[in-house]
């Protein structure tokens, strides 16, 4: 909870930082996550748990597509929100739920409740309006919510303690964000050598942002079942789709006002659901 309470504030972050190009914010995120996270690795003697990671073949691939996938993901976050696509973000992350949902029933044979196909059918009619509306597909919510859904599933599968992990991931794309950095100083067309040092202190900040809920969300997922993921998912969306329409003034059409009527009456249909199978399940024990 903790951990999309935090995400669902990160487009007031984004905006304060606009000014700067979206892959060069990324690349800063990376290596103010490692710094930010390299002390806790020290501190807490997990350091072993690293060199073992770098020398097995088995944590490492995992870690290496996880690590791609994230840094995808964070990119069109941050590009979304700075071109104005706040609402599209949200309603990415409004899919993102219902996708787990459904990685849980295919890979993980966890079985659905008539509600629940009720709840992935009307989802699907949302995107579906969208896409009429629209004249084509959804692209970046549909990128957002599907490449967060990978992310879980990967770091679900991954055998890797949650803070080694997300080290390992940041520590993997490190060198490339780096380079970055540099290639675009040397050719004088970055913002980080010229900024004044507020606005290096504000980029600072993506650090501890960005690992803190990365890690609670890592934490919990490998403890929690797919499909109650879902549950909990949708409290940062609900604050993207607020600040979207009344913070930052994005148009909202009827159009949108359909695809997330069915997205909300989804999952408003799963949760009743689940939270009536728990109680079943309570009252058994």
């Not at 909870?1 to 190009?21: E, H, N, Q, S, V």
């Not at 800063?28 to 690293?50: A, E, N, Q």
Request: proline share 6%.
């Amino acid at each position: 909870m903790l951990a999309f309470l935090i995400w669902g504030c990160l487009p007031l972050y984004w905006k304060t930082l606009d000014r700067m190009p979206p892959l060069e914010i990324l690349c800063h995120r990376v290596f103010w996550s490692f710094w930010t996270m390299l002390p806790v690795i020290l501190c807490t003697g997990r350091l072993g748990h690293i060199m073992v990671i770098l020398g097995s073949r088995a944590r490492l691939l995992p870690l290496a597509a996880s690590s791609l996938v994230l840094s995808g993901n964070w990119l069109l976050f941050i590009w979304a929100v700075n071109s104005g696509r706040v609402l599209e973000t949200s309603l990415g992350y409004f899919i993102n739920p219902l996708l787990n949902i459904l990685l849980g029933m295919i890979l993980f044979r966890e079985r659905l409740r008539p509600a629940a196909w009720v709840a992935v059918a009307l989802a699907a009619a949302g995107v579906g309006s969208q896409i009429i509306s629209l004249g084509h597909l959804p692209w970046t919510a549909l990128s957002l919510g599907g490449s967060f859904a990978l992310y879980g599933l990967i770091r679900k599968m991954a055998p890797v303690e949650a803070l080694p992990g997300l080290f390992m991931e940041t520590l993997l794309i490190l060198p490339a964000a780096l380079a970055w950095l540099l290639w675009e100083g040397s050719k004088g067309t970055g913002v980080t050598f010229a900024a004044d040092p507020s606005f290096l202190l504000l980029l600072a900040a993506s650090g501890p942002l960005t690992a803190l809920p990365l890690f609670l969300f890592a934490f919990g997922v490998r403890r929690l079942r797919m499909t109650s993921l879902g549950l909990l998912q949708y409290v940062s969306p609900t604050m993207t789709f607020f600040q979207g329409v009344f913070l930052f003034g994005e148009p909202f059409s009827l159009s949108s006002l359909l695809t997330f009527s069915c997205i909300w009456a989804a999952l408003a249909l799963y949760s009743w659901d689940s939270l009536g199978k728990g109680r079943t399940a309570a009252q058994r024990t």
